[in-house]
Every structure is written in C-alpha cells, then in structure tokens.
C-alpha cells in the first residue's frame, strides 16, 4: 500500500524517483509526486491517476535537483486529489508517509490554536505543519522531525526533505516497512526493495520504531528508545528484484504461468529424498496440541485449506482466524497452542499485530512468507519461505499455490511425526507432488476453454461458487478472485448450505461455478448441482474426466482438469479459480494488474 522512495545522489533525481516509484505501481495507489531540492530550494509536482501522468507533467514542468522524495499514494483520508496527493509540504520541509496518523484529529487543534490550519484532507499533512511549526520555533530539521516523531500515533513510514538541506533526508518507520539502500556517496530509502533493486544492492532494514539521519556519506540509525543502534546491512539479489512481464499482456498471467516452475522449485527446497527437511531450528510436532493460523485475504484461504490437511492428515486441531477479528477478539492462548502466520509480502498490518498479540502467550510463532526480510519473518520463531519469487500482480496467483505447497508439506510433516501417517504413505504422496508441476502444465492447456467462457461470465452481475471439502476454500478464492479484478459480485457456499438460504438468488442470469473433482464428496456436490439445474440455474462444473463422464451432459458448461489424488487437488484446482478470473477480466476491460482501490501490501489496518 503506497510507495516511499527517497534519494541523496550525485545525478538529477527527478527521472531516478519515477523510475523507482515505477517499480512500486504494484503496490496500489491512485495519486503520485515527488519533490526535490535544487540550490536549496524545496519544490515538488503532483499528479493524480497513473504514473505517466506525473511523467508528462515533469515534462513540462521540469524539477530540477539532485535530492528528492516520492510517493504513490493509496488514498485513505482524503480523495485521491492533487492536493492530497504526497509529497505534502509545509513551509520548509516536505513529506512522504505510508500509514495512518490515529491523533491527526488532535493534532490538528492543536495547530489551530497556534493559528496552523490545513489545506488538505490528510492525516499527512499534518506531519509537515507540525514539523514547520516546530521549526519556526528555531529547532533545527534534525531536532523539529524527532519531535514530531514523538507526538505521532498509529503506523508509519516516513521520509522528509527539507528547503535548504541537500545533504540531508530523516526516515522513520513505525507499523510500516521501510529500507535503507547504501551506493557509492550516494543513499537511499525505499518502502520496498524492488524500488531500490537497480540504484543498489546493499539494504539496511529498519526495525520498528528506528528512525535515520541520512546523508550522501552516512547513516546513523536510532531505535525507538532513542539509543544509537547498528543494523546489518544486507545483500539483496538484485536480479530477483528486477520485474518484467516477459512477452505476457499482464503480469497475473506470467505468474499464473509460472507457477509449475515455481512450485517445482518450492518442492526442492523442502523435499529431498529422506523426506521433508525444513529450515532449523524446525518445528517439532508432538508438541503440539493445538495450531492457530492467522493470515488476510487470499493467504486466510490458504490457511483455511491447510485446516482440513492438518486435521485430516495429522489429527492437529486447528483454528483459522481473519487477522483483522483474531487479537480484537482476544482469544486464549493454551499451552501447547503453536501460531502461524501467513503473508505474501511479509508486512501486512493486521497480520503483523496478531502476530504480536501471541508473542508470550503461544509457545512457539511460525510464518509462511514469500519476503524472507520482512517483519513477519524476522518476528517469528521461525521463517519458512514458499519460493515463489516476486510476485507483481496485486491478485495473488502463484503466492497462493506456493502457499498452499509449503503448508501442505508442514501437515505431511506433522502426520508423520504424529504416527498418523506412514513413512510409505508419506513417500506416495510426495511422489504425486513432485509429478504436480507436469500436471499444472498440462492443465494450461484449457486455457482457451476458460478464455471461451469468461466471456459469458463478464455479462454477469452475480456469480456463485460452490464446492465441498477441500473445494469449500477453493470457492472462496475463486470468488474472491473473481471480485478483486473482474468487479463483479460474486459469493462462494459449501455446497450443503446451498438449501439454508443461497438457493434463493438461483435464476437463469446468476452462473454458479461448482468445483468438484471426483472425490470422496463428489456425489453430494452434484445432487446440489442438480438443485440449481432444477430452478433454472447455468452450472460451470469444472471436474476432472471422471467426474465430468458420473455428472453427464447437464451442465451449462464442463471445463475438464487432469485427475489427481484428493488431497493434492487444491494445489491444481488454484488454476481455475485464477484462469476464470483473469479471462473474466481482461473480457471487461478491467485493470487486471492494479484493480481499482486495491493494494498489494496492506500495511495499514
């Protein structure tokens, strides 16, 4: 959610802080700006809508400089306007910010008695006209951010820049990612490593509550308590950071491609051949008497779908919570309860505050994360990466199957060391595993028939998804999918519930796509099919060639997928639940890759 990128260098900056905010459009956002310092006079210029927008601008408005701030703004106070828009200034000093100031309200009054009043909608700006009060009161830039730090509640990250001072940048980051990229006289600051992937490869990551004093030479980094700390400054591989959509429209269809090859090598980081091997210290499993799994979105239907391996698998109770409700609720935590947590980027907010929540209470906090340096990860007891590689869209695809692969590997696991599953049992379905990458190969194949389909999806203002056991959470992906990126309404039911109400939106215009691979729930799922067909209702059923040849003809559409062993099926019914959405979408014209309202990392609760 939004996007920070600072710079100290020794070029023009204006064209280096829009290439980099580039990098961050995956964020989300629906305003940008930036601001420099040239012969030490602050200016900046805004924009609202994409990034070519601030690009044209800049044409015609150069803004010379070798210092300066950006930003892509999500808008959460305020309309996404010029004047909401970040950089926001005050007198002398300009800021970026992702977060929430909570206290803006009270902070605001209180200017006003001083006779400071707003000239936006923004929690933001009232960051910068605190900051210039306190300078006009002869504080310098250095002691007027640090005090205004201090005055701040709720989640930030923030750079500032000031009229006067171009050697000198302050960041601070509290609740909100924020880096540090060191080059050759020359510093940065970025919310996301991707942003600074290119300018450099070494990365100092600050820890919540540090703040910096940055210049072209130097960094001095204090932690919350004020105290002078050092950081370990790391190598990124910038390779990995550098994105393209090779050959691909969309960025969600080269991840959704890529998936067989992500998921091949997912597997080879934890299968070898005396089994599943994970990072130390481990997790031992006979110790466990109870695993609570917290994660949002997409990543809380991963979850939902790992709650019936583990149960089913290594007879592990378990507890799936939205990580919005879980610490508002403020559940007990036993003894012998393990947390896990799950996050693509590693930084999502309420994610990140559930964690914290169980720190002390549960015996041990585990992560499932694609970004291994994120707060997520370095909180957590262990860390355990799902190799997916960068995943750019904001509509989770290949995140969510490697997701999937890593948690179906630590309920394997657990059976094991459990004594609910043999060794040989365990050995067949690895086996079947590692075969999956060929099979979710060959199950591109239907590309064009979900393409075919889509397209009398798209006319649609309703669609249902329906699906049982394992295709239960499958649903609610598929729907979830479908809503984010195509923007048409769309709902998912365990199919025994069809008849306790959802039956009752069934006509002829309301498509009800059915998951239901030939498994142990098969029968059931199609007797709820027929109670749609009866009432007029179009049925998509995606099955396999079995279940497709039991179902016979009826359907309004069949899309046939290989056949695989049960308990492997959401890992290759992911692909429809994304190939419905996408097709979907691109029939509507939407912005497959940047949804509107959407951002790809919620760091705000």
């Not at 490869?201 to 919350?224: K, P, W």
């Not at 149960?311 to 393990?338: H, M, N, Q, W």
């Not at 340096?373 to 370095?378: F, K, L, P, V």
């Not at 062993?565 to 890992?571: G, K, N, Q, R, S």
Request: with cysteine; aromatic share 6%; charged share 25%.
């Amino acid at each position: 959610m939004c996007g920070i990128v600072g710079v100290l260098g020794q070029h023009e900056v204006a064209p280096i802080l829009v290439d980099a905010l580039r990098r961050l459009e995956y964020r989300g956002y629906d305003s940008a700006g930036i601001a420099t310092v040239n012969n030490g006079k602050l200016a900046r210029r805004r924009a609202v809508g994409k990034l070519v927008n601030l690009s044209d601008l800049l044409v015609h408005d150069p803004l010379p400089g070798k210092s300066g701030i950006g930003h892509t703004r999500w808008a959460t106070h305020g309309a996404p306007t010029t004047d909401n828009a970040h950089p926001h200034r005050a007198g002398d000093v300009a800021v970026v910010h992702n977060g929430i100031i909570e206290n803006y309200k009270a902070l605001r009054a209180e200017l006003a008695e001083a006779g400071i009043e707003p000239q936006t909608e923004t929690d933001t700006e009232t960051i910068a006209l605190l900051t210039q009060h306190l300078l006009s009161q002869g504080k310098t830039p250095v002691e007027a951010a640090y005090a205004t730090l201090e005055r701040l509640d709720g989640a930030f990250a923030l750079a500032f820049l000031f009229d006067g001072e171009e050697d000198l940048m302050i960041a601070a980051r509290k609740g909100s990612p924020l880096a540090i990229g060191h080059g050759d006289d020359e510093m940065y600051v970025g919310s996301d490593a991707f942003a600074l992937a290119p300018m450099t490869d070494q990365i100092t990551y600050l820890e919540e509550g540090d703040s910096a004093v940055l210049t072209r030479t130097s960094v001095e980094i204090r932690d919350e308590a004020g105290r002078l700390v050092n950081r370990e400054k790391k190598t990124i591989q910038v390779d990995a950071a550098r994105v393209d959509k090779g050959g691909y429209k969309h960025f969600m269809a080269k991840e959704i491609a890529e998936q067989p090859s992500v998921l091949s090598n997912a597997l080879s980081a934890y299968v070898t051949e005396h089994g599943i091997a994970l990072p130390d210290p481990g997790i031992d499993f006979t110790k466990i008497d109870r695993l609570v799994m917290v994660a949002c979105g997409t990543a809380y239907y991963a979850c939902f779908t790992a709650k019936y391996w583990f149960e089913r698998l290594a007879k592990l109770p378990v507890e799936v919570d939205i990580a919005s409700e879980f610490r508002y609720r403020e559940p007990p935590i036993s003894k012998g309860t393990a947390a896990l947590f799950v996050s693509q980027s590693g930084e999502t907010a309420d994610t990140l505050a559930a964690l914290r929540y169980c720190e002390g209470k549960a015996d041990k906090i585990y992560s499932v994360v694609n970004v291994q340096e994120s707060s997520i990860a370095r909180e957590s007891d262990l860390a355990l990466p799902i190799h997916a590689g960068a995943e750019i869209g904001v509509a989770s695809t290949k995140a969510f199957t490697c997701q999937l692969n890593v948690l179906l590997l630590l309920a394997l696991k657990a059976a094991v060391e459990r004594g609910t599953l043999s060794q040989e049992e365990l050995e067949q379905i690895l086996s079947d595993l590692r075969s999956l990458p060929g099979t979710l190969n060959a199950a591109m194949d239907r590309d064009a028939d979900f393409a075919n389909v889509s397209k009398k999806l798209s006319e649609a203002r309703d669609v249902l998804f329906l699906g049982r056991g394992l295709m239960y959470p499958l649903a609610h992906e598929g729907a979830l999918k479908l809503k984010e990126i195509s923007y048409i309404h769309a709902e998912a039911y365990a199919s025994g519930e069809l008849k306790h109400g959802p039956i009752a939106l069934i006509d002829k215009h309301v498509p009800v796509v059915v998951f239901a691979p030939k498994d142990s729930l098969f029968e059931k799922t199609v007797s709820n099919m027929q109670e749609v067909m009866a009432r007029g209702g179009r049925v998509l059923l995606v099955t396999d060639s079995a279940g497709a040849e039991a179902a016979g003809a009826e359907a309004w559409r069949t899309i046939t997928m290989p056949q695989v062993p049960e308990i492997l099926t959401p890992l290759l019914y992911a692909l429809p639940a994304q190939l419905l959405a996408y097709h979907t979408a691109v029939a509507k014209g939407t912005d497959v890759d940047q949804p509107r309202n959407l951002a790809k990392s919620v760091t705000v609760e």
